[in-house]
């Protein structure tokens, strides 16, 4: 049976937060998935929050990056939301946006190897090994966690090295939003091959709006597709689909802020081929095809409003 979540990319002030909360909480949510964006609210703060006020409610840190935060102070922050509310956390890890980064100054190089040295870290760190790692990027000597804790591992992934990386060490992987389902089918095949007969699960980042008219549902997408699929590392993503889209009149409109342009780029096919979104049928449709594709679990991403994650979730349970 497939699972229906919700995630949040810190940009929500508190109060809307709180109430998006409580509308999941009311509609039978049982995880959160919170966002690590430089510059938006603190994904350990805000996951503090939601596990203190709605009992038996999971949280995903999504997706702790490596090149801004070391592995240890990962597997501490993991550890310790797990001390004060046991069985009910989830580290994600992931490399994080390249624009996010260069903010920084910070450039991701190696992100393969970064990330299968944080992987074993954490991995150790969590299971209470005392870790004696001499790697390429990072090092721990002879330091153990003073509270390990029984914390699943996500890798966010979608090119084929990092993918089959989720696989053989991974105990689930997180398929990036925007994916069509032929893509997530595709980035599975790949998990497959490193996890060689290994199980974990398949999560997978679903932009999804809903409504009665299935054009008003899609509007409320367009920008956000827009600003994801103009990259040239959605090129496969979109031709796997069958997606038509001009990726560089796309690119323009959006440094013109061409809203207009962006709306019309971004068409109903577009945007019923790359999220869960429409009438109420057509998001059980769509959900039903993620499913069918491999994933356990389609955590929604974009929502606007309490009003939005109710009706998601109402139409997923049906």
């Not at 060689?196 to 008219?213: C, F, I, M, P, T």
Request: hydrophobic share 45%; net charge neutral; with cysteine.
């Amino acid at each position: 049976m497939l699972d229906v979540s919700i995630s949040n990319d810190g940009r929500d002030p508190v109060a809307s937060f709180s109430a998006k909360l409580e509308a999941a909480n009311a509609a039978g949510c049982k995880t959160l998935w919170i966002a690590n964006h430089l510059f938006q609210r603190d994904p350990v703060a805000l996951a503090y929050r939601a596990l203190s006020s709605v009992p038996n409610l999971r949280v995903a840190l999504m997706a702790m990056n490596p090149y801004t935060q070391h592995p240890v102070q990962m597997a501490m922050a993991a550890a310790t939301l797990d001390e004060c509310f046991p069985g009910r956390v989830i580290l994600c890890l992931g490399v994080g946006a390249p624009v996010d980064l260069k903010s920084v100054n910070i450039e991701a190089n190696g992100p393969l190897k970064a990330m299968r040295e944080a992987l074993a870290i954490c991995r150790a760190l969590l299971n209470g090994e005392t870790v004696k790692v001499e790697g390429e990027v990072f090092s721990v000597v002879n330091r153990k966690l003073v509270n390990p804790a029984k914390v699943p591992l996500v890798l966010a992934a979608s090119g084929p090295q990092m993918l089959a990386l989720a696989g053989s060490s991974a105990d689930g992987v997180l398929i990036s939003a925007g994916s069509s389902v032929e893509f997530v089918r595709w980035s599975l095949d790949h998990v497959d091959k490193g996890a060689q007969g290994r199980k974990l699960r398949a999560h997978g980042l679903v932009y999804g709006s809903v409504d009665e008219n299935a054009s008003t549902a899609h509007n409320r997408l367009r920008r956000t597709l827009g600003v994801l699929l103009r990259g040239q590392h959605h090129a496969h993503n979109l031709q796997l689909a069958g997606s038509v889209l001009d990726q560089a009149a796309l690119m323009e409109a959006m440094a013109q802020e061409d809203w207009p342009r962006v709306n019309a780029l971004i068409n109903d096919d577009i945007v019923s081929r790359h999220a869960v979104s429409g009438t109420p049928d057509q998001v059980r449709q769509r959900l039903e095809a993620y499913s069918e594709a491999g994933l356990n679990e389609v955590v929604i991403a974009g929502a606007q409003d309490a009003q939005q994650i109710s009706a998601l979730l109402r139409v997923a349970a049906q």
